[in-house]
């Protein structure tokens, strides 16, 4: 049973046009991150939300938002994508909480692909 | 600058023997890692953690050891299968919460018949 979801598996861009991403979980967690992963590199954290608190990474485009609707959803908006933005993109959860260290929870992953 | 490094892009070993893989932390600040285990077109899969109050973790055929001395930690895989061919990530967070994870970039493990 699939518990971290992403919509769609690839997703094909022009250059500058807006594109979303989607992420849902079934496991009602508190936070909800998204990465970015480009080739053979680690995967890197772009934001997370904690319930509805939002956390930006320092280094984060501000050509990349997020929005969390409620607590199953969160979307990735990239404003206007570039050649360098074409990667694949990690959605995660975790439980949230001061009295157990985290596990996260990955998704599949969508594989953008910018021309 | 990377602050979590696997050097080793990849690693062949023969089913049965014992796969080490090697993870490396400059931030002395982190005190929580994990490993995950990532197949093919799917998501990154939690396999195991330690706390730094501890030097040593076990759950069946995986064991991860933590020297902090010399910010060092590897996964231990005894016997290995061919099921375990995967990309396995090292991971390390400082926060109290755990929420800000630093990945490596990955080894590539093969495990021949």
């Known amino acids: 049973d699939a518990m971290v979801i992403q919509n769609p598996r690839y997703q094909v861009t022009q250059f500058g046009k807006p594109v979303t991403l989607s992420c849902s979980q079934t496991?009602?967690?508190?936070?909800m991150y998204w990465y970015q992963q480009k080739s053979s590199q680690a995967p890197k954290l772009l934001f997370h939300?904690?319930?509805?608190?939002?956390?930006n990474e320092a280094d984060t485009p501000d050509n990349f938002q997020s929005r969390r609707p409620n607590t199953s959803f969160c979307f990735l908006d990239i404003r206007s994508p570039g050649l360098g933005d074409a990667a694949m993109y990690l959605c995660?959860?975790?439980?949230?909480?001061?009295?157990?260290?985290?596990?996260?929870?990955f998704g599949p992953g969508t594989r953008l692909l910018v021309l | 600058d990377q602050q979590v490094k696997q050097n080793s892009p990849s690693l062949s070993v023969q089913e049965g023997r014992i796969s080490i893989l090697n993870c490396d932390y400059t931030?002395?600040?982190?005190?929580?890692f994990l490993w995950y285990k990532k197949y093919p077109a799917e998501g990154p899969t939690f396999l195991i953690s330690?706390?730094?109050?501890?030097d040593k973790n076990e759950d069946g055929r995986f064991t991860v050891f933590l020297n902090k001395s010399a910010k060092h930690l590897s996964l231990h895989i005894v016997p290995s299968q061919p099921g375990d061919s995967a990309v396995y990530f090292c991971?390390?967070?400082?926060?109290?919460?755990?929420?800000?994870?630093?990945f490596g970039p990955g080894t590539r493990l093969s495990v021949l018949p």
């Open positions: 330690i706390s730094s109050i501890k």
């Open positions: 995660a959860t975790s439980r949230g909480g001061t009295s157990v260290q985290e596990i996260q929870y």
């Open positions: 991971a390390a967070s400082g926060d109290n919460y755990g929420q800000n994870f630093v």
């Open positions: 939300y904690y319930d509805k608190d939002f956390n």
């Open positions: 931030n002395s600040m982190f005190d929580y």
């Open positions: 496991l009602n967690h508190n936070v």
